[in-house]
């Protein structure tokens, strides 16, 4: 028995992705000609509200091509501490945009208006200039919680009044979407660029898009070229986001449910600790109160459960459309026969 619940980037292919992959008509799309990735780019564009779509290899340089076309060099952009842009992706906006990112403590990898109200700074001539919020929807180290459509009028109602821009990293943005019911265009009329990943839960084994007003996407297009992200006959792999889109995006209500359940299990083992309410959607962070994460990971590793460690104590569980029910079933009993 293997359980894979390190990340939900452990997906592989379908047999049914893999030959909807194999019959895309593709073209050169550096010179803009492949009808499988510009389909995939309009479409994506329109469900989140926005003018236009840019396929990138990974979303760390969807990231940083949103963070490139939204700043100057020298700008400041407002992060929770947890943040991805922040934590994992090797200060890529040091090294290409020039900027420096200022870290908020806010909740579970959330930010609020109510926190930053005294923060933006660029009054005078020795203050760094605050560009840019910078939000995660869902968090990834925040343990997949998920904005509420309140929090992020008031967001963009801040942004507007301190004349900021938004970047939404949605890697996870359709457990989002899944999770609170709120219609994907909203996303887009509350940020001014945007960020999804088909490699996560959705299960694509590569792909993220960037999506933003005609303007941004055309001056981001140039930048990825030059950061060597310009592909050819990538229909390839947006078809099999494509497919991802189609067939798995509503899978993911399963992989929340599932984590509910595990939740609920590691809730009731002597030797775990968690908040269940915490858990929102695939993500499911939970305390060991008695050991150290590395020799609780290695002993569910001899029982073929796979986890990540998230802090000395704390590990963290990814549900994904490749783990089952009885995979649930399974690693629920571990955790009992282990921990409880
Ligand atoms: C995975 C992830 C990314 C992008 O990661 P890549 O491995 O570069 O595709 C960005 N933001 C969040 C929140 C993520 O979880």
């Avoid at 090797?90 to 020039?98: D, L, T, W």
């Avoid at 001539?125 to 925040?142: A, F, M, Q, Y």
């Avoid at 945007?194 to 999506?211: R, T, Y």
Wanted: overall charge negative.
């Amino acid at each position: 028995m293997s359980i894979d619940l390190r990340s939900d980037t452990v997906t592989k292919p379908t047999s049914e992705m893999l030959r909807v992959m194999m019959n895309a008509e593709v073209g050169d799309d550096v010179f803009g000609e492949d009808p499988t990735v510009n389909a995939l780019e309009d479409k994506v564009a329109e469900c989140f509200g926005m003018e236009a779509g840019l396929f990138v290899p990974s979303g760390t340089m969807g990231n940083q091509l949103c963070i490139k076309v939204l700043t100057r060099p020298g700008d400041e952009v407002m992060i929770e501490e947890k943040g991805h842009i922040f934590n994992y992706e090797g200060s890529a906006a040091a090294i290409f945009s020039s900027v420096q990112l200022h870290t908020v403590k806010g909740q579970r990898g959330k930010l609020s208006a109510d926190l930053l109200w005294d923060r933006p700074r660029g009054q005078f001539d020795w203050e760094p200039r605050t560009r840019v919020i910078s939000l995660e929807n869902s968090t990834n180290k925040g343990g997949g919680a998920c904005y509420t459509r309140k929090e992020l009028n008031a967001l963009r109602k801040f942004a507007d009044e301190h004349d900021l821009r938004i970047h939404l990293d949605g890697a996870r943005l359709w457990n989002a979407v899944i999770a609170t019911g709120i219609d994907p265009a909203f996303f887009g009329r509350v940020a001014d660029t945007i960020n999804v990943c088909f490699s996560k839960g959705l299960g694509a084994p590569v792909g993220s898009m960037i999506l933003s007003s005609k303007e941004h996407i055309r001056r981001a297009r140039r930048f990825r070229k030059a950061m060597g992200g310009g592909m050819r006959q990538v229909g390839i792999l947006a078809a099999a986001a494509n497919y991802a889109m189609d067939h798995h995006w509503s899978k993911l209500e399963e992989d929340h449910r599932r984590a509910k359940e595990l939740a609920s299990t590691i809730n009731t083992c002597g030797g775990l600790s968690i908040d269940p309410d915490s858990v929102e959607t695939n993500i499911v962070i939970f305390d060991l109160l008695e050991e150290k994460a590395e020799t609780a990971l290695q002993k569910l590793g001899q029982h073929g459960v796979q986890m990540v460690p998230f802090g000395p104590q704390t590990v963290r569980a990814t549900l994904h459309h490749q783990v089952t029910d009885d995979d649930v079933a399974n690693v629920q009993q571990v955790l009992k026969q282990l921990f409880d």
